[in-house]
Protein backbone atom coordinates (compact mmCIF):
# COMPACT_ATOMS: atom_id res chain seq x y z
CA UNK A 1 0.00 0.00 0.00
CA UNK A 2 1.41 3.34 -0.86
CA UNK A 3 1.22 6.63 1.00
CA UNK A 4 -0.35 9.07 -0.67
CA UNK A 5 0.05 12.82 -1.38
CA UNK A 6 -2.09 13.79 1.84
CA UNK A 7 1.05 13.83 3.87
CA UNK A 8 3.43 17.06 3.19
CA UNK A 9 6.37 17.98 3.88
CA UNK A 10 8.20 14.68 4.18
CA UNK A 11 11.62 13.91 5.35
CA UNK A 12 13.88 11.36 3.37
CA UNK A 13 14.04 9.97 6.87
CA UNK A 14 9.90 10.06 7.19
CA UNK A 15 9.72 7.91 4.06
CA UNK A 16 12.25 5.77 4.37
CA UNK A 17 11.18 4.42 8.32
CA UNK A 18 8.19 2.97 6.93
CA UNK A 19 9.84 0.93 4.07
CA UNK A 20 12.28 -0.49 6.62
CA UNK A 21 9.27 -1.42 8.83
CA UNK A 22 7.65 -2.88 5.99
CA UNK A 23 11.10 -4.68 4.38
CA UNK A 24 11.28 -6.05 8.09
CA UNK A 25 7.60 -7.16 8.62
CA UNK A 26 7.50 -8.94 5.19
CA UNK A 27 10.84 -10.59 5.79
CA UNK A 28 9.51 -11.75 9.62
CA UNK A 29 6.49 -12.88 7.49
CA UNK A 30 8.07 -15.06 5.13
CA UNK A 31 10.25 -16.86 7.51
CA UNK A 32 6.59 -17.59 9.31
CA UNK A 33 5.28 -18.99 6.18
CA UNK A 34 8.52 -21.39 5.53
CA UNK A 35 8.36 -22.04 9.56
CA UNK A 36 4.03 -23.28 9.36
CA UNK A 37 4.83 -25.21 5.90
CA UNK A 38 7.35 -26.91 7.45
CA UNK A 39 5.21 -28.14 10.25
CA UNK A 40 2.82 -29.39 7.83
CA UNK A 41 -0.32 -31.71 9.29
CA UNK A 42 1.45 -31.53 12.35
CA UNK A 43 0.50 -28.07 13.47
CA UNK A 44 -1.17 -27.57 16.27
CA UNK A 45 -1.83 -24.60 19.10
CA UNK A 46 1.32 -24.95 20.56
CA UNK A 47 3.34 -25.17 17.40
CA UNK A 48 1.60 -21.86 17.03
CA UNK A 49 2.51 -20.52 20.56
CA UNK A 50 6.59 -21.69 19.49
CA UNK A 51 6.13 -19.68 16.22
CA UNK A 52 4.76 -16.61 17.71
CA UNK A 53 7.36 -16.21 20.60
CA UNK A 54 10.33 -17.05 17.87
CA UNK A 55 8.95 -13.71 16.25
CA UNK A 56 8.18 -11.37 19.74
CA UNK A 57 12.08 -10.61 20.17
CA UNK A 58 12.21 -9.47 16.57
CA UNK A 59 9.22 -7.07 16.94
CA UNK A 60 6.53 -7.65 19.37
CA UNK A 61 3.72 -9.57 20.60
CA UNK A 62 0.92 -7.75 18.99
CA UNK A 63 2.91 -8.02 15.46
CA UNK A 64 4.10 -11.66 16.08
CA UNK A 65 0.29 -12.67 16.66
CA UNK A 66 -0.57 -10.27 13.37
CA UNK A 67 1.80 -12.39 11.35
CA UNK A 68 1.19 -15.84 12.61
CA UNK A 69 -2.59 -15.76 12.29
CA UNK A 70 -2.04 -14.06 8.77
CA UNK A 71 0.30 -16.90 8.02
CA UNK A 72 -2.48 -19.25 9.22
CA UNK A 73 -5.05 -17.55 7.15
CA UNK A 74 -3.14 -17.80 4.28
CA UNK A 75 -2.57 -21.69 4.28
CA UNK A 76 -5.55 -23.16 5.31
CA UNK A 77 -7.48 -21.59 2.28
CA UNK A 78 -4.29 -22.80 -0.13
CA UNK A 79 -4.43 -26.30 2.15
CA UNK A 80 -7.63 -26.50 0.66
CA UNK A 81 -7.40 -25.52 -2.64
CA UNK A 82 -4.43 -28.14 -2.92
CA UNK A 83 -7.10 -30.85 -1.18
CA UNK A 84 -9.63 -30.19 -4.19
CA UNK A 85 -6.89 -30.38 -7.17
CA UNK A 86 -6.07 -33.65 -6.00
CA UNK A 87 -9.42 -34.85 -5.33
CA UNK A 88 -10.14 -33.37 -9.44
CA UNK A 89 -6.99 -35.64 -10.16
CA UNK A 90 -8.30 -38.75 -8.85
CA UNK A 91 -11.55 -38.08 -10.61
CA UNK A 92 -10.25 -37.82 -13.87
CA UNK A 93 -7.77 -41.03 -12.90
CA UNK A 94 -10.95 -42.85 -12.44
CA UNK A 95 -13.27 -42.28 -15.24
CA UNK A 96 -9.78 -43.03 -17.46
CA UNK A 97 -9.56 -46.43 -15.77
CA UNK A 98 -13.35 -46.41 -16.17
CA UNK A 99 -13.30 -45.85 -19.86
CA UNK A 100 -10.23 -47.28 -21.28
CA UNK A 101 -11.45 -50.81 -21.09
CA UNK A 102 -14.78 -49.93 -23.14
CA UNK A 103 -15.57 -50.67 -26.30
CA UNK A 104 -15.05 -47.42 -29.12
CA UNK A 105 -18.24 -45.95 -29.20
CA UNK A 106 -20.36 -47.84 -26.42
CA UNK A 107 -22.87 -46.07 -25.38
CA UNK A 108 -22.39 -44.25 -21.29
CA UNK A 109 -25.57 -44.58 -18.77
CA UNK A 110 -27.19 -41.66 -16.21
CA UNK A 111 -24.35 -42.40 -14.00
CA UNK A 112 -21.28 -43.75 -15.55
CA UNK A 113 -19.68 -42.61 -18.98
CA UNK A 114 -19.21 -44.71 -22.05
CA UNK A 115 -16.28 -45.72 -24.04
CA UNK A 116 -14.55 -43.13 -26.28
CA UNK A 117 -16.18 -41.67 -29.55
CA UNK A 118 -13.43 -42.72 -31.89
CA UNK A 119 -10.25 -44.04 -31.55
CA UNK A 120 -8.27 -40.14 -31.97
CA UNK A 121 -10.22 -39.73 -28.61
Known sequence: MAIRTRLKQLTVVDVEVPRQVGAHLGTLA???LKARCRDGLD????AWAVRKRELTPQSSAR????LTRATHDQRAPARRSARAHIQSLE???RTLRHRLP???GQKGSEH???GYRGRRE
Open 63 to 66: WAGA
Open 102 to 104: LPV
Open 91 to 93: TGV
Open 43 to 46: HDAG
Open 30 to 32: SRD
Open 112 to 114: APG
